[in-house]
C-alpha cells in the first residue's frame, strides 16, 4: 500500500509582479511544503510566481504534481520535470482536479486567474461542498483590498457574515505554515 502525502494546492499568478516580494514569498511557501513532506498542487507553470513556488519544492524535495489545460501549456511554458503533470481540456477541469487532489488551498498574489480560482473554490465551501481550509497569503498587504471587498460585499446584504470564516487572510509565510500544520496534522 502506497502512502500519498498531506498536499497543498496553490493558486498563484504566471507572472512575477512588481514586488520582488512575491517571489520571495512564493519560494518560501514551497521550501516550506517540502519541509513538512507535503506535495506541492499548481497550474504547472513554470513562469511568474508559479515557477517559483514549483522550482523551490523541487529544490527542497517536495512531491509535485501539476495540472495545466491544454492551450495553457505554451503560454504558461508548462513545467514538465514534475512528479506528475495532468492536463486538462479546460480551465475549470484543471480547477476540479487541482481541488479534488489537495487537503488545503493557498493563494498566493495573482491576476484575473488567482481571483478566479479563489472563488470558486470559497463558493464550493459556501455551499457546504468541502471544508478545506482556505489561505489568502497576503504578502506586502496584496489581498487586503479583497478582504476589504468581502466585507463590503457581507456589509450591504450580499452574503452572510459566514462567508468570512471561510478563509484566513495570513499576514506571512511563518504563520501560513503554523496554521497548515495545524490543519493537516
Known sequence: ??????????????????????????????TMIARHGWRLVYGAGDIGIMGEVARAAQSA???????????????????????????????????????????????????????????EVLTWRQLGLHAKPIYLLNTAGYWTPLADLIDHIVAQGFADVSLKGFFKTMPDVAALETRLVKDLT
Do not use: Q, W
Open 61 to 119: 524535495g517536495a512531491a509535485t504534481m501539476g495540472v495545466i489545460p491544454t492551450h495553457l501549456m505554451h503560454v504558461e511554458k508548462g513545467k514538465h520535470d514534475l512528479g506528475s503533470l495532468v492536463v486538462t481540456e479546460t480551465m475549470h477541469e484543471r480547477k476540479k482536479v487541482m481541488f479534488t487532489n489537495s487537503d488545503a488551498i493557498v493563494v498566493l498574489p495573482g491576476g484575473a486567474g488567482s481571483l478566479d480560482e479563489f472563488f
Open 1 to 30: 500500500m502506497s502512502y500519498l502525502p498531506r498536499s497543498v494546492c496553490v493558486f498563484c499568478g504566471s507572472r512575477a509582479g512588481s514586488d520582488p516580494e512575491f517571489a520571495a514569498d512564493a519560494r518560501n511557501v514551497g
